[in-house]
């Protein structure tokens, strides 16, 4: 029996061979991945890359301890955000119409928006954690 053949809109020639479009987006895919991942792996080679023997900073108070605390939750709410907005936009701009894929694509600004929320709202938090430790400024 033979199989059936999709319409020409449904498959992709590609070097005299045809692939279907889902093989396409999981090769595409597997690209952006392996490249949001070597970024990642060159930031954290640089972030080494500092003399393991010396210090980098001593806390002089728990004003500075929550201070800093801060600014580590701030940065990485903010630079997962960045990363969520970026992969949905991607997943955006390669949907080609397929409704599936743009819901999947606005659900991903959404996050992206929850994480510059709450990163926007971690000097309130630990403001509040300022005020029960009792620490204020």
Known sequence: MRRPQFP???RAHVAGRTTSLRAGRIRRWTF???AVLALCL???TSASAVDAGSVLALAKSVNEV???IRNWI???LAGLATVILSLGGVRYLMAGGDPGEVEKAKSAFKS???GYGLAALAPLVVA???GIVGTGD
Request: no cysteine; glycine share 20%.
């Open 66 to 68: 929550l201070d800093n």
């Open 112 to 114: 992206a928006g929850w």
């Open 42 to 44: 060159v930031g954290a």
């Open 74 to 76: 701030m940065g990485i």
């Open 128 to 130: 509040i954690l300022k």
């Open 32 to 34: 952006v991945g392996s």
């Open 8 to 10: 020409r809109t449904h």
